[in-house]
């Protein structure tokens, strides 16, 4: 599969996540990588509920795809995986390293492009994007990219926003009752110093299918009662409407 969309986003969000977003995103850090059991996405939705990790994740070779500051391989490190992890901020995986060693966890860290790998075919078990790649990058690049990285059978998990609350934000935050874009033609959200990506169902079933996945689970996620507001949903708007969703899919062949 191609696609001839523009490639400017890498810079904005290298750049973005480099200059800005370090500076806050790294203080969570060291709160990730020491919890006990991972948590997921912005409600802190816990593994017991969701199942995102496979039951047999033990020695598998996973690839986490714009890792940040890399508590997700850390957890799939402590549950006995093979993990690696790549992103394009040299700041979030500086903080990566700091924490592998406070933690005594140690896997590969990638400074590279999620939507252009440097590992060979079929090289893991597990592809997995938690607000990385699946957010941040083309999914017209880097879901064919997770499928050319995995065996025949391997999976893919990822979780973002979901296209109802991509419909419903403002520039100026937070999502509102109101719809502020079209849902025909939603892909690329540019916020003026970052860009953003979120399909429709109807398209990333379309492009998980054409590059020869399975889909087995779409899980849209309700925020738990006095959880936390953001800039950008707050959880009361997020108790009524999914803000964020997990996708769970296999490679066929």
């Not at 948590?39 to 033990?58: C, F, K, N």
């Not at 040299?90 to 966890?105: C, D, K, N, P, V």
């Not at 957010?135 to 050319?148: F, S, V």
């Not at 925020?223 to 769970?248: C, F, G, L, N």
Request: net charge negative.
């Amino acid at each position: 599969m191609t696609h001839d969309g523009p490639t400017d986003h890498l810079e904005q969000n290298r750049r973005y996540w480099d200059d800005q977003a370090a500076a806050w995103h790294g203080p969570l850090a060291r709160d990730h990588w020491a919890q006990v059991e991972p948590r997921w996405g912005l409600w802190g939705t816990p593994e017991s509920q969701v199942s995102v990790l496979p039951s047999d994740i033990a020695g598998m070779r996973t690839i986490e795809l714009g890792c940040g500051t890399a508590y997700v391989s850390a957890w799939l490190a402590g549950a006995g995986a093979h993990p690696v992890g790549i992103d394009l901020s040299e700041q979030q995986l500086s903080t990566a390293r700091a924490m592998q060693a406070e933690f005594g966890i140690d896997f590969p860290l990638v400074l590279g492009n999620a939507e252009e790998v440097p590992y060979e075919d079929d090289s893991f078990d597990l592809a997995i994007s938690e607000y990385g790649a699946s957010l941040w990058c083309d999914p017209y690049r880097w879901i064919p990219e997770a499928a050319r990285l995995l065996v025949p059978g391997g999976r893919l998990v990822f979780s973002r926003y979901s296209p109802l609350f991509a419909l419903c934000v403002p520039p100026e935050g937070p999502a509102s009752t109101t719809l502020s874009r079209s849902q025909f033609g939603l892909t690329r959200l540019d916020w003026g110093n970052h860009v953003e990506f979120v399909l429709p169902h109807g398209d990333m079933f379309r492009l998980l299918r054409a590059s020869g996945f399975v889909v087995e689970d779409l899980i849209e996620v309700q925020a738990p009662q006095h959880a936390r507001d953001y800039m950008e949903v707050t959880a009361d708007w997020a108790r009524q409407w999914p803000s964020e969703e997990i996708w769970k899919a296999r490679l066929t062949g």
